[in-house]
């Protein structure tokens, strides 16, 4: 099978957050995220992040950026993302 065109049980195509997103969002407990809502939101989300980094990547690629660089800096934004709701 072609791994472009692994999807759903529908047989659609997979899409960048199909191919990231974790078989199960867990909880910090480990617990499984069970509501589809959120679930369907946090992918939606990489969905949307994935294409905005795809974007800001090919911009760079196309003003002459190195691409290790610039693919190093966008793992060091995730890596600078603070989380709010630490206790």
Known sequence: MNGSTIGSESG?????SDRVAPETWRQPDGQPVSCQEKIKVLNENLEE???????????????????AQVREVLRRMVDEL??????
């Open 12 to 16: 659609a195509p997979m899409t960048r």
């Open 49 to 67: 992040l994935g294409e905005m980094c795809q974007d800001a990547f090919e911009d760079a690629l196309l003003m002459g950026c190195d691409e």
């Open 82 to 87: 603070e989380n709010p709701y630490r206790r």
